[in-house]
Nanobody, 126 residues
Framework: QVQLVESGGGSVQAGGSLRLSCAASGDTNSRKCMGWFRQAPGKEREAVARISLPVGVTGYADSVKGRFTISQDMSKTTVYLQMNSLKPEDTAMYYC???????????????????WGQGTQVTVSS
């Protein structure tokens, strides 16, 4: 079992920055691949960024490349999503996800994860 708790969401003006955190606990082998997804009202869930642990190989959606960065802390228990140059279209509920079945070659483009957090809201105003 894996538990994921997101934090760091909030409201910000366009051009601003936020850093989301995902505190992970539970079976380490079940969270070899971790990711951030988002879902806006009326839209499908979108994969934003993934990171394969512990090697650190990452993958990003085209819409956030160059603006968002996914990273892990040294203890490998927290994954971050640094979001810069935020746009109103980044407004969504952001979810942390984890899976133990995805190796470093599949993780960067994975969309199916077994464990999910409750989400944290990000609102960007123009």
């Amino acid at each position: 079992q894996v538990q994921l708790v997101e934090s760091g969401g909030g409201s910000v003006q366009a051009g601003g920055s936020l850093r989301l955190s995902c505190a992970a606990s539970g079976d380490t082998n079940s969270r070899k691949c971790m990711g951030w997804f988002r879902q806006a009202p009326g839209k499908e869930r979108e994969a934003v960024a993934r990171i394969s642990l512990p090697v650190g190989v990452t993958g990003y959606a085209d819409s956030v490349k160059g603006r968002f960065t996914i990273s892990q802390d040294m203890s490998k228990t927290t994954v971050y999503l640094q979001m810069n140059s935020l746009k109103p279209e980044d407004t969504a509920m952001y979810y942390c996800a984890a899976d133990g079945r995805l190796g470093w070659t599949r993780c960067p483009t994975a969309t199916e994860f077994g464990y999910w957090g409750q989400g944290t809201q990000v609102t960007v105003s123009s």
